[in-house]
């Protein structure tokens, strides 16, 4: 009877799951579409072909991943833009750019938003000049902010994604729990018959 109880509690023990989620991703990047694809666990997807389609369903073009698993796309028309990747093994990946955001990255949303920072450009208020920039220095702005904040996206992704061993050991607790309470009761209607 007792090797029965333990086999059961072996074959019922929870194991780790060695599956992982694909992450997919996009953001505007000044006159572009950025984007990540990778998983879970912190693998990233190199070199890996991206498919952009309109909202109905014709290809608007193709972009290829980097080592990093980031790709880089420019829009022509102010759509929805859906990214598609196949990863293999039954991983797919699909994240769609609204089409208000497209449209801001193509400049035709820019004319209803607060033209207040356009203002300050160069001018003088209340005794400070504020400089503008090239487009050189906003480009080389932009491409230092993206290659810091590369790492930050994908480990802010892997620690969602992440079952700590303080959880598991939480889950294993309450089966155990659960069948010392079963245990309990068993041998309480024993005693009283």
Do not use: W
Not at 57 to 65: A, I, N, V
Not at 90 to 102: D, K, L, Q, S, Y
Not at 143 to 152: G, K
């Amino acid at each position: 009877m007792k090797k029965l109880i333990l086999m059961c509690v072996l074959v019922l023990s929870p194991l780790p799951a060695l599956a992982h989620k694909v992450i997919a991703g996009v953001f505007p990047s000044g006159d572009a579409i950025e984007g990540e694809l990778g998983f879970s666990n912190g693998d990233m997807a190199e070199d890996q072909e991206v498919v952009v389609t309109g909202p109905d369903g014709t290809e608007l073009g193709r972009t290829m991943t980097d080592a990093d698993g980031f790709f880089v796309f420019t829009p022509s028309s102010p759509v929805a833009h859906t990214f598609f990747a196949d990863l293999g093994a039954g991983h797919i990946a699909e994240v769609t750019m609204p089409a208000e955001e497209v449209a801001e990255i193509l400049g035709l949303a820019a004319e209803t938003a607060d033209p207040a920072p356009a203002a300050l450009s160069g001018s003088n208020v209340s005794g400070v000049t504020v400089a503008s920039l090239s487009e050189e220095e906003r480009a080389a702005i932009a491409q230092t902010v993206r290659d810091e904040m590369r790492p930050l996206r994908r480990e802010i992704a892997a620690y969602r994604e992440h079952n700590d061993f303080q959880s598991i050991l939480g889950g294993i607790g309450y089966i155990v729990g659960l069948f010392g309470l079963g245990f309990y009761i068993a041998a309480r209607k024993k005693l009283a018959t």
